[in-house]
């Protein structure tokens, strides 16, 4: 057995078989895994205009932007991340993370994306952009997500009223 060190500092062990497919299949993981592990970087993504009043910081997710699995939100301290979050076996949750724990709110199928619409509906849609989740505060157009540096996750009116949060507290 081969110990092999990559740049990520991840050590990965690989089992040289005398089956050259083995190996060729082997060295696609590690390379698809080292790919994985250097893109999971926070990305939101405008699939429409946000509404104007929304402050459109890193801590925020406004109307018509999403983030994809392994992608979160991250709180203006850096300390909390919202987002779909993957198991082994494809076991995914809608979760908080803070204090180096996850708070669980829902589950999410693999590949979902966290999506807040425009009507304010914050939704979990799947790989075919079906909708398996939602917060349920749709008719509220410009509402936007804010996660905070305390732990919860908070979605405001375009006003800046509360209308639904996870109530995951430090």
């Known amino acids: 057995m081969a110990r092999l060190r990559f740049m990520v500092g991840q050590k990965l062990d690989v089992s040289f078989a005398r089956d050259r497919r083995r190996v060729v299949l082997s060295l696609s993981v590690i390379i698809a895994c080292c790919v994985l592990s250097l893109t999971a970087v926070e990305t939101r993504t405008d699939i429409g205009t946000p509404h104007p009043t929304c402050p ?4 925020q997710l406004c109307a018509n932007e999403y983030v994809d699995v392994p992608d979160y939100v991250y709180s203006d301290d850096s300390e909390v991340r919202f987002g779909v979050t993957c198991f082994g076996g494809g076991t995914c949750y809608v979760t908080v993370f803070f204090d180096g724990q996850y ?8 590949g979902a994306r966290l999506y807040m619409q425009g009507d304010g509906n914050l939704t979990v849609l799947d ?3 079906d909708p398996v989740w939602s917060s349920g505060t749709d008719g509220n157009s410009g509402a936007w997500v ?3 540096n305390d732990g919860n996750v908070v979605i405001y009116t375009a006003g ?3 209308i639904w949060s996870t109530n995951t507290f430090r």
Not at 103 to 110: C, H, I, K
């Open 56 to 59: 459109d910081l890193d801590s």
């Open 103 to 110: 708070q669980y709110f829902s589950g999410a199928p693999s």
């Open 127 to 129: 790989s075919s952009f």
């Open 146 to 148: 804010n996660v905070q």
């Open 160 to 162: 800046g009223t509360p």
